[in-house]
């Protein structure tokens, strides 16, 4: 079974750093675009960084020059740097991954969510 795991969300002051993870587990022939997407109370669910197959990335002007998405293809894993945390980051974090199986299966997987909490 494929999935997507997220972590690294935690507590943190403003100003603050945080490394979230996704990593995806099971029989994966290989992980191309994959999206962290997050979502406060109250609001929608918005995309926040974007990293395609060979490492191409987009951002969300919220985050732009904060935010940092990078990739590890050997370890099918993708981190979220998140530096100078404002309390407007708060927010439960989701990765979207779109996979293939060594079956030969695509799939577009969503992971469990890691809270982010921006607070002093």
């Known amino acids: 079974q494929v999935q997507l795991v997220e972590s690294g969300g935690g507590l943190v002051q403003p100003g603050g750093s945080l490394r979230l993870s996704c990593a995806a587990s099971g029989s994966i022939f290989s992980m191309y675009v994959v999206t962290w997407y997050r979502q406060a109370p109250g609001k929608e669910r918005e995309s926040v960084a974007t990293v395609t197959s060979v490492g191409g990335t987009g951002y969300a002007d919220s985050v732009k020059g904060r935010f940092t998405i990078s990739r590890d293809n050997a370890k099918n894993t993708v981190f979220l740097q998140m530096n100078s945390l404002k309390p407007e980051d708060t927010a439960v974090y989701y990765c979207?991954?779109?996979?293939?199986?060594?079956?030969?299966?695509?799939?577009?997987?969503w992971g469990q969510g890691t809270q982010v909490t921006v607070s002093s």
């Open positions: 979207n991954a779109f996979l293939k199986s060594t079956t030969g299966q695509s799939m577009t997987l």
